[in-house]
């Protein structure tokens, strides 16, 4: 199947113009990239109201896009090439394009709901109202279902000690399971417990099934931290201060945002910055030895230049200034 481009873009008088191709373009270097791209918009697109703007980038057709408002100097981006290296790839790749020259006054950012973000740039669309949930009572499985397997590697937690024995190595738990997702909850004690899940996306998962998943996973024993890049999405749930936090590769329509608040009424939502690194962070951790270095991150296909962007935003984000306590890992011989 072709990847397809949709391309925005409201014009300094405010028309709207569209235009959409398969495969397309992106990744702009420059200025002259980006006028030139305008340029070739004014010219292949198709004028229209807004109306008829959201009917054309309405849809999750198109896998990459490039909008630009002219009147606001906003520019917003996604694509699917960049899907496969992590949420702060995206933060990271913005930033640069932010910096580059030519882009100074400009408003840069990765288009976190996709296609929506699009929709939503021409004034007076307003976003797309939330979807009805069903209610036939075939609800997903419960989140002890969602939690990957224990065998081979688990021995056994001590919550006196907050200390996780296990076989191997301290992450061996990743050599026996396929695990798709954390989630962290900072307990009323200060606590910070781990769980590795295998489920698609943790955030779809958080709104279908609501605040009563706190209480669901605490009811089990707590997982090792994995390492960065085993997981591809992520939440910290705080008991504390009722905020939850939350990271993913993939895009979070206002939908499923609309869905994931009503179903944490009363929570602060927001997303956390530099994905697996901002979640460390939120849980008052370093862990240099889980977060990847740069000659695995240059393995994976990050340049020199993206690698200081990431190594500079991650030494500015905030600190936690709680005392919060993490289990540690015990490694055994023998069970």
């Known amino acids: 199947m072709s990847c397809h481009t949709a391309y925005f873009l409201r014009d300094r008088d405010g028309s709207c113009w569209t235009v959409t191709e398969k495969w397309g373009t992106w990744d702009l270097v420059g200025e002259s990239d ?4 305008i340029e070739w918009i004014r010219l292949a697109g198709v004028p229209g109201n807004d109306g008829s703007v959201r009917e054309a980038l309405d849809t999750g ?14 520019h917003r981006f996604y694509g699917c090439g960049l899907w496969s290296r992590g949420a702060d790839y995206h933060e990271v790749f913005a930033k640069r394009r932010a910096m580059a020259r030519g882009w100074a006054d400009w408003d840069v950012g990765y288009a976190w709901g996709g296609h929506e973000d699009f929709v939503d740039m021409p004034p007076g669309l307003g976003p797309v109202e939330p979807a009805a949930t069903s209610a036939d ?8 279902a969602r939690l990957t397997s224990r065998e081979g590697w688990f021995v056994d937690w001590d919550p006196a000690r907050l200390q996780i024995s296990v076989l191997y190595h301290e992450t061996s738990a990743e050599w026996f399971a396929l695990t798709d997702a954390m989630v962290s909850i900072i307990g009323t004690d200060r606590v910070v417990r781990d769980f590795q899940l295998h489920v698609d996306d943790a955030i779809p998962w958080l709104a279908e099934h609501g605040e009563p998943l706190t209480t669901e996973l605490l009811a089990h024993d707590p997982y090792p931290l994995p390492e960065e890049g085993v997981a591809g999405s992520g939440a910290v749930i705080d008991l504390l201060s009722r ?8 895009a979070v329509t206002s939908q ?9 009424p009363g929570w602060r939502i927001e997303r956390l910055p530099l994905g697996f690194i901002g979640h460390l962070a939120g849980t008052g951790r370093s862990d240099a030895e889980v977060i990847s270095t740069d000659a695995e991150l240059r ?23 709680r005392k919060l306590r993490s289990p540690s890992v015990r490694v055994v011989e023998d069970a």
């Open 34 to 37: 980006r006028d030139a791209l």
């Open 61 to 74: 057709y198109f896998c990459r896009g490039v909008a630009f408002d002219l009147v606001t100097r906003r």
């Open 137 to 144: 009572g075939n609800a997903p499985s419960p989140a002890a």
């Open 243 to 250: 905020r939850l936090q939350y990271w993913t590769a993939e």
């Open 256 to 264: 499923l945002r609309a869905k994931l608040a009503a179903a944490w």
């Open 299 to 321: 393995n994976s296909g990050w340049d020199d230049e993206l690698i200081g962007i990431r190594n500079a935003e991650r030494r500015a984000l905030p600190a936690e200034t």
